[in-house]
């Protein structure tokens, strides 16, 4: 005959019941919690990976952006056409009345069939130097920019102007002074040329890029002498005057300058390093 405990029976039931279920719960619990720990390592990895970044994370243009560097980039062609027709004009004229001293005092001569304008000079020499000081008006800031020293030695165009009534001097008086020998006069008027350098220039980059374009257009003008378009008289220096070198110097800074106030005020671009 059995006897059964019921009280025993419940508690031993009941813990059990409780014993089942607390080993069935860390093992839903594990379960779960690995599964978000697998999620997050994997939206994780979606999330830094190269494809994502540059799907999502890349910067993309916008079309302000393109607008504005096309705009930019048509503001500085215009800035530079404009200073290109200036710089012709200042070129072609200062030719003219320049060319006109010379010819006056039978210094340059011109064969008779050449001579076709009223400044009985001949018709290529006006275009020629305004090409010329176009060419080498821009080409001075952008020396200047280049080497990352901009020029800041009295830049206003009083002092411009004042560079070019000494520029016309230093030809007017390569016209008038009588010397006894053209070295006298050549190492005059190179005494007024550095002169005018010091004065109105005092950077390195002017002072070279005005020794190339003497060296530059002496060279020319001798090749032009020496085929007969036109001559000197009293030549001392191969088919030339001495003196000439030193009126390419002095209008090389003349028209570097000029660039240089012209350029005043539009943006330069960046240097990379």
Same mark, same amino acid.
């Given at each position: 005959m059995e006897t059964s405990v019921p009280g025993l029976e419940g508690h031993t039931c009941g813990c059990s019941c409780a014993v089942g279920r607390r080993s069935q719960a860390p093992s839903g619990g594990t379960a779960s919690g690995l599964v978000a720990k697998v999620g997050e390592m994997l939206s994780s990895s979606v999330s830094n990976s190269p494809l994502t970044f540059m799907a999502h994370g890349a910067p993309k243009p916008s079309g302000s952006s393109l607008s504005s560097s096309s705009a930019g980039g048509l503001n500085l062609s215009r800035d530079l056409l404009q200073r290109s027709l200036v710089l012709f004009f200042v070129g072609t004229f200062l030719a003219l009345v320049l060319n006109l001293l010379q010819i006056q005092r039978n210094v340059t001569l011109f064969p008779e069939e050449v001579i076709s304008t009223i400044f009985?000079?001949?018709? @290529?020499?006006?275009?020629?130097? #305004?090409?010329?000081?176009?060419?080498? #008006?821009?080409? +001075?800031?952008c020396i200047d920019s280049h080497l990352g020293?901009?020029?800041?030695?009295?830049?206003? @165009?009083? =002092?411009?102007?004042?560079?070019?009534?000494?520029?016309? #001097?230093? /030809?007017?008086? =390569?016209?008038?002074?009588?010397?006894? /020998? /053209?070295?006298? !006069?050549?190492?005059?008027?190179?005494? !007024?040329?550095?002169?005018?350098? @010091?004065?109105?220039?005092? =950077?390195r980059s002017g002072l070279g890029l005005g020794i190339t374009i003497a060296f530059?257009?002496? !060279?020319?003008?001798?090749?032009?002498? +020496? /085929? #007969?378009?036109?001559?000197?008289?009293?030549?001392?220096?191969? +088919?030339?005057?001495?003196?000439?070198?030193?009126?390419f110097f002095s209008g090389g800074v003349t028209v570097g300058n000029i660039g240089r106030q012209l350029a005043m005020g539009v943006p330069e671009k960046p240097h990379s390093d």
């Open positions: 009985s000079s001949a018709w @290529w020499v006006p275009p020629c130097c #305004g090409t010329a000081a176009a060419v080498v #008006g821009l080409l +001075y800031p020293e901009p020029h800041k030695f009295k830049r206003e @165009w009083a =002092s411009v102007m004042r560079c070019i009534a000494v520029f016309v #001097g230093i /030809n007017h008086a =390569s016209a008038k002074l009588d010397f006894a /020998n /053209n070295i006298q !006069l050549s190492l005059t008027l190179a005494a !007024l040329s550095l002169g005018l350098w @010091w004065t109105f220039d005092r =950077s530059l257009a002496t !060279l020319i003008t001798q090749v032009l002498v +020496y /085929n #007969g378009v036109y001559q000197y008289t009293s030549p001392d220096f191969l +088919y030339i005057r001495s003196w000439l070198p030193c009126i």
